[in-house]
């Protein structure tokens, strides 16, 4: 069975970085394109970032140039480094790939 469990949130104050991680279980990670969504408060859960199983990038314009998505697939992993915060981007985090169940999310809050 696969499933996604998302770690790395926390509190930051604008301006400030953290790296979101996803690990996926089972062998279909490498084969997978990933994605990053984030949901905030009384919000449709939005696309922030996805990556194909060949490394192509793509951004939801309001995180472009401030956000990056990577994976490593040995480690069945996929990253979301978040550089330059603003409130705004206070949500739970989730990562997805086509067919498994969403996680939990992970709880980023930017706040000073």
């Known amino acids: 069975q696969v499933q996604l469990v998302e770690s790395g949130g926390g509190l930051v104050q604008p301006g400030g970085s953290l790296r979101l991680s996803c690990a996926a279980s089972?062998?279909?990670?490498?084969?997978?394109?990933m994605y990053w969504y984030r949901q905030a408060p009384g919000k449709q859960r939005e696309l922030v970032a996805g990556i194909t199983s060949g490394g192509t990038t793509n951004y939801a314009d309001s995180v472009k140039g401030r956000f990056t998505i990577s994976r490593d697939n040995a480690k069945n992993t996929v990253y979301l480094q978040m550089n330059s915060l603003k409130p705004e981007d206070t949500a739970v985090y989730y990562c997805?790939?086509?067919?498994?169940?969403w996680g939990r999310g992970t709880q980023v809050t930017v706040s000073s």
């Open positions: 089972g062998s279909i990670f490498s084969f997978n394109a």
């Open positions: 997805k790939t086509p067919l498994i169940p």
